[in-house]
């Protein structure tokens, strides 16, 4: 029963992963024709611990997900041991599951992603200019921050990437909050909630910096831990 339970599971992943290869190709093609495209393309979609791929591309993460179930069914149906194959599919197909489902998740979030990012593209130089000024600030302020942070242990390194994630969450929220309060408004306060979305764009962009920086820290501390 778990065998067929188990199988069906892959079988029904795999037709999944079909339909959205195909909508995570015409969203990268759609993607680059957009002159927004540049404020989020040199950002990775995921975090390195959901996906080792590093791309603004969906395709590629497809890809990943779907070479990581081909070796699953083939690992899965090399197995005789019923104990070990029970826990080693539960395991495998829910970190697939998982990757899927953020995958889902980004592909609904990218037009208005984009929106917001064609908002901050147009938006008046003066207000660029400030808000660069002031993201440099604070961006080294960030990186002395990171800095110190290599001097703490993993454990607390794990708590601050968690944290960072939560605050990547709602940022994320916030921007597709601020995008349908300035398309429901029309012409009402268009202005001033088109700056709040660029800026909380710039603070995405900050955040997922910060992340990757302590998932380094993060290798550089369990690297110097085995020595």
């Known amino acids: 029963m778990h065998n067929n339970r188990h199988i069906i599971a892959i079988q029904r992943l795999s037709t999944l992963l079909e339909h959205l ?52 069914s083939r690992l899965y149906r090399l197995s005789t041991d019923n104990a070990t194959k ?28 984009h929106q917001a990012a ?46 960072h994630h939560e605050f990547e969450r709602r940022l994320m929220a916030m921007i597709t909050e601020r995008e349908q309060q300035r398309i429901q408004s029309r012409h009402a306060n268009t202005d001033k909630l088109s700056h709040e979305v660029l800026a909380l764009h710039q603070r995405l962009g900050r955040c997922r910096k910060a992340i990757s920086s302590i998932e380094q820290n993060i290798k550089r501390a369990e690297k110097n831990n085995l020595r």
């Open 118 to 163: 064609q908002v901050s593209f147009n938006a008046r130089k003066k207000v660029r200019i400030n808000s660069a000024k002031a993201a440099q600030l604070k961006q080294n302020d960030n990186y002395n921050k990171m800095t110190k942070s290599v001097l703490l242990t993993s454990h607390q390194l794990y708590q601050q990437l968690n944290e």
């Open 21 to 72: 290869s195909l909508q995570s190709k015409n969203i990268d093609q759609a993607n680059r024709k957009h002159k927004s495209h540049r404020l989020v393309e040199n950002n990775n979609l995921f975090s390195q611990h959901l996906f080792s791929t590093e791309s603004d591309q969906f395709s590629l993460y497809a890809d990943e997900i779907k070479k990581r179930l081909d070796e699953f």
């Open 86 to 113: 029970a826990e080693f599919a539960k395991s495998s197909l829910q970190q697939i599951e998982q990757q899927i489902s953020a995958l889902m998740n980004a592909i609904q979030s990218n037009q208005t992603m």
